[in-house]
């Protein structure tokens, strides 16, 4: 994500003396050597990421384009063959333009594909042409139908980088007969043009959104057949909750031939939307191929499929997701074909059902938002806007080339602007990142790793700071009770072999002290990759008296002084925790935190279910194991919530850098109150490494990024907003929020006593700190309850803390909550000595 300001709403200004010719292509702005942008090759890092092979490969299929027909807005025939029909014509060469003959026709555009059929649809595939820049996509806007009359609201929106490449704008994937892309501006701005050379369709990448798991209980499956003689494969086998045991079509004597199908009864008619089926673990034999689902209500009358498609031959988990929701009470799976062609038998270990969430219960996904760029990094910004940043290129990283991608989101408008910043002469890519008290961002390290930059929201202005001692990349930051920033570990980047110690960052001087008394290696994991792996990603919290608890991802918990040399001591292990990379921490309370899942290793390993709380009284830390979470992560991201409850989206069971493999899709929310986790609503999109999450001003999560892996299939350029259940009615309308109406200023002191008005009663207040995401670690979170009296009618006394160990300096989300932990929108408030 990264940016800068300054829409691209520009105006459309029309070139003169071109009314009757063709657009003209334009070179894109030179890059630092003089080469353009497209044409840039990277200088390479020793630890450039390889892709897996299953990240070069789309997880949804490409949809046959036999049959289809589009439709356009307005279309170019006299100055050019720009028809819209060649968008469909698999020649890149041949192109749709709008009309610009004459009077040109103004923007927005629309090319609307009719497939004739109804498909589980989840992403358009933007081609764009190749002869030259006028009429790439800017902003856009997706819609889908089921009849060609009716549109809901968008299914996503965004911005796109003024560049050749080709690009995946993905959605929650539904049934769909239309998909209309409409084009609200140019990306250059360089007139009221849209051109395109191809256009694709994807179809269920078996990642159905906003779903939950229905229960099984009660349940019964049965078969067309089954194998009872040579092996336990009765059908029941597929609802027993063990993965060890199968169902599998008779294979003895004579087998039984194709197709064969299971049915599960759930005993009770529920609306169902996806079925997820679970592969054998022991062999490939009997692997689901070519598929088809059907529902009934009585058993007998099945209806016309609900989904269709051939899994691949592999042993990961697949979702088939419906192209309608329906009400049923049987569940059928008929499969036509063997995966791997090795004989006529079927097997399964599971076989899941979800339907619809409520959002009441477990909250509800806005739109799709596509971004210029992979947001690998995000910071939470005054004004509601969310700054975001990728590498030296929007979708792959590598080498020290000294500039940056980044863009804002306006949270506000939804709108989305790209910059490139080359000032500081700073990849940032892969960087230690904290709030600095006045609210500017301070990023350090990374690809240039070395360098410090620092973003001031206030001007939208990047600037340099001196270069850190020690270079590194992914070092772990947090700001001190003292206002200087520390940071400390980053073998990923920079000399290799040596210890990266910790180091800090003062404001009144803008230069480094050393910290030699504060070596890195106690508070390295035993990843086998070493020190390169093994200090990357620390779980920091800041105390008083400019003492850091470090307390992860190593099992052995660390307190860190900063005064004089500093130094390093033990604080006790993390109860039974094992070492946790690829986990996150975040502090849910004053000198309460919350560690959830990770793995032993950075990758290539089972991360875990576990979670633990850490409390911090004075110099005491003491640890215990919590609920555990309902699936197993690793680079997963953690929200903390202003009523104390702890969101986590995404990660993999399996963590594997740029794979989407694994994929977790359900966040989970921990209530501290009784130590459980509860089920929300699936994501439509899998965030993994290089994804982040954010507390958004209105109470509300962003969730977005994942890939960064050049030309592989596990780019996601975008993000979504989820609303928690805890702003929504059973209806899933909004529910009334509490108002602040005064007595905030911009910028108060530690210790400070507000004189707090509201639209209405409210029972309390607390400050979030306005913090910054990257690489699953998110050190700058924290909540801290408020002391309130009320004053008179809506009118409170609200005591800011004065330990600034309790309320790092920096800015904060001043939020007040009704009796019902309903959060206001919050109040932005620079907290600062």
């Avoid at 002084?561 to 070492?579: E, F, K, M, Q, V």
Wanted: hydrophobic letters at 35%; glycine letters at 12%.
């Amino acid at each position: 994500m990264g940016a800068g300001l300054g829409s691209l709403l520009i105006g459309l200004t029309p070139w003169l003396g071109v009314a009757s010719q063709a657009p003209a292509a334009r070179t894109p702005p030179p890059g630092p050597a003089g080469t353009p942008f497209d044409q840039q090759s990277a200088k390479q890092s020793p630890h450039h990421g390889i892709a897996p092979a299953n990240a070069m490969e789309p997880s949804a299929p490409v949809l046959d384009r036999t049959g289809w027909t589009v439709a356009a807005s307005d279309e170019e025939t006299v100055g050019e063959n720009g028809r819209a029909a060649n968008v469909l014509d698999g020649d890149a060469t041949t192109i749709w333009h709008s009309k610009w003959t004459g009077t040109p026709a103004p923007l927005p555009h629309t090319i609307t594909v009719d497939m004739h059929r109804t498909a589980v649809v989840s992403a358009l595939v933007y081609r764009p042409r190749s002869d030259g820049p006028n009429g790439r996509l800017g902003e856009y806007a997706i819609s889908v139908s089921t009849d060609g009359q009716n549109w809901a609201s968008p299914v996503a929106t965004g911005t796109l980088a003024d560049d050749a490449t080709t690009k995946t704008l993905g959605f929650a994937p539904q049934g769909a007969r239309f998909v209309r892309l409409t084009a609200l501006t140019e990306a250059g701005g360089r007139g009221p043009w849209t051109s395109a050379a191809e256009l694709d369709l994807l179809g269920d990448p078996g990642t159905p959104a906003a779903t939950v798991d229905l229960s099984r209980t009660g349940w019964t499956a049965t078969a067309s057949d089954a194998e009872t003689v040579g092996e336990n494969g009765r059908a029941a086998n597929v609802l027993d909750g063990d993965a060890t045991t199968i169902w599998h079509s008779k294979w003895t004597g004579t087998p039984a031939p194709l197709p064969h199908t299971i049915t599960v009864d759930m005993h009770r008619t529920q609306t169902v939307s996806a079925l997820t089926y679970q592969p054998r673990r022991d062999g490939p034999n009997g692997r689901a191929g070519a598929y088809s689902i059907s529902t009934s209500t009585d058993g007998s009358s099945f209806r016309a499929p609900v989904a269709a498609g051939t899994w691949r031959d592999d042993d990961t988990v697949k979702t088939a997701t419906f192209t309608r929701a329906e009400s049923a009470r049987f569940i059928r799976l008929t499969v036509t074909t063997e995966a791997g062609g090795r004989g006529p038998w079927t097997s399964a270990a599971e076989i899941r059902l979800s339907g619809p969430a409520n959002a009441a219960a477990h909250g509800s996904w806005d739109r799709i938002t596509g971004f210029p760029l992979v947001p690998v990094a995000t910071a939470v910004l005054p004004g509601d806007k969310l700054l975001a940043w990728s590498a030296y290129a929007t979708d792959r990283f590598g080498g020290s080339n000294g500039y940056t991608q980044t863009a804002i989101l306006d949270l506000k408008t939804g709108k989305v602007t790209q910059r490139r910043i080359d000032n500081t002469g700073h990849d940032m890519f892969c960087p230690g990142i904290a709030m600095l008290a006045d609210g500017r961002v301070l990023v350090t390290g990374g690809s240039n790793a070395e360098q410090a930059s620092i973003y001031d929201p206030a001007t939208d202005a990047w600037s340099a700071t001196t270069d850190m001692n020690i270079a590194r990349g992914y070092q772990a930051m947090t700001l001190i009770s003292t206002g200087e920033a520390f940071v400390l570990g980053g073998s990923w980047s920079g000399t290799a072999g040596t210890d990266k110690g910790g180091e800090l960052w003062s404001p009144v001087t803008g230069t480094w002290r050393s910290l030699p008394g504060v070596p890195a290696s106690p508070a390295l994991t035993a990843d086998p990759a070493g020190p390169y792996r093994a200090d990357n990603h620390m779980w920091l919290y800041a105390t008083s008296g400019g003492k850091v608890l470090q307390l992860g991802p190593s099992k052995q918990m660390n307190w860190i002084t900063t005064t004089g040399n500093g130094s390093i001591t033990a604080a006790g292990p993390r109860a039974d925790s094992p070492d946790a990379m690829t986990g996150n921490a975040v502090s849910y309370d004053v000198g309460k935190l919350l560690t959830l899942g990770g793995s032993p290793a950075y990758e290539n390993v089972p991360a875990t279910t576990r979670a633990y709380t850490v409390n911090v009284s004075g110099s005491q830390v003491t640890s215990a194991r919590t609920g555990d979470m309902l699936h197993a992560r690793g680079f997963s991201n953690s929200v903390v919530l202003p009523d104390g409850k702890v969101a986590v989206f995404g990660g993999q069971n399996f963590p594997v850098p740029f794979s989407d493999a694994t994929s977790v899709l359900a966040p989970e929310l921990w209530d501290p109150a009784t130590g459980a986790f509860t089920p929300l609503a699936t994501m439509a999109i899998p965030r993994n490494y290089h994804s982040v999450a954010n507390l958004l001003p209105d109470g509300r999560i962003f969730s977005g990024g994942g890939g960064l892996c050049g030309d592989c299939a596990t780019n996601h350029a975008d993000g979504a907003v989820f609303t928690p259940p805890y702003l929504l009615n059973a209806d899933g309308s909004p529910k009334p929020r509490p108002v602040i109406t005064g007595g905030v200023p911009h910028r108060i002191p530690p210790g400070t006593s507000l004189a707090v008005t509201t639209q209405g009663p409210v029972s309390s207040f607390v400050l979030m700190r306005a913090a910054a995401a990257t690489h699953s670690t998110d050190n700058d979170q924290r909540r801290i309850p408020l002391q309130s009296t009320a004053t008179g009618t809506h009118a409170y006394a609200v005591s800011v803390p004065a330990d600034t160990g309790v309320v790092l300096p920096g800015t904060y989300m001043l939020f007040a909550l009704d009796a019902q932990g309903v959060p206001s929108i919050a109040t932005f408030v620079t907290i600062a000595p």
